[in-house]
């Protein structure tokens, strides 16, 4: 956003404070409907809710627990680990903004170069370099010098590749425990018997006593530091 907001800062950018209301609430209406993408793209809520899915996977209750509370899980963990960012945009930009401080453009940019810190810090540098390179920006010397469009893939395809890895971490173990189990039934020559059908109470059990739930959410948290 940082460049957006020289845009809207510069003389030929569109000064949202002199817009009339009607013009102004039909602006920030329109941009609400990009919430949910910012949502999945721009915070930590992709990262949350694939580990929570390969958490799922792995137990092998198929739709338990259901989408709708998996989801909302998912949600709640991302606002209480984006609450110290959300907190300080909030204290650093919006109120003095609020209370007539900073203009719009300037609680803006420092807003944006706030939320792009927070994704740099969760960025892999050869995910930003690569995005650098296809943008054919070749100028910029500083992390924090990229563009806030160059940052959000960079940001994305990093939570992807750590989502995947701590999938793997919690799926591992469960792996293991259908495998004990198909040898077991190899060797009782009940070969017919589908292994999850016996695995699946052991695993739930094993995910029980080691209060998983709790396990993986704190995993999710220490993840952001």
């Known amino acids: 956003m940082g460049d957006i907001a020289d845009f809207i800062n510069s003389p030929n950018g569109l000064n949202f404070q002199n817009l009339s209301p009607p013009v102004q609430m039909a602006l920030m ?17 992709t990262r949350v809710v694939i580990v929570l899915s390969f958490v799922r996977q792995g137990l092998g209750t198929q739709n338990v627990p259901p ?22 945009i909030d204290q650093k930009a919006y109120q003095p903004y609020v209370q007539k401080q900073m203009t719009g453009p300037q609680a803006l940019k420092i ?13 892999r540098k050869q995910d930003l370099a690569l995005f650098l390179h296809l943008s ?4 910029v010397e ?19 590749k750590t989502a995947f890895i701590m999938g793997f971490c919690i799926y591992l173990p469960f792996l293991m425990v259908d ?4 040898s ?42």
């Open 29 to 45: 209406l329109g941009l609400s409907t990009l919430l949910p993408a910012a949502l999945m793209t721009m915070t930590c809520f």
């Open 67 to 88: 989408n709708l509370v998996l989801t909302g899980l998912a949600l709640f963990l991302t606002l209480f680990i984006m609450q110290p960012t959300f907190a300080e």
């Open 111 to 123: 807003g944006s170069d706030i939320y792009k810190r927070f994704m740099l810090q969760q960025t």
């Open 136 to 139: 054919k920006n070749t100028s």
């Open 142 to 160: 500083h992390a924090e010098d990229t563009p806030f469009l160059t940052v959000i893939p960079a940001f994305l395809i990093s939570e992807l």
């Open 179 to 182: 495998l004990v189990v198909s």
């Open 184 to 225: 077991i039934l190899t060797s009782m020559g009940m070969v017919m018997m589908p292994p999850i059908t016996i695995s699946a109470p052991f695993k739930i059990l094993l995910f029980v006593l080691a209060d998983g739930w709790h396990l993986v959410s704190y995993a999710i948290a220490l993840s952001y530091g």
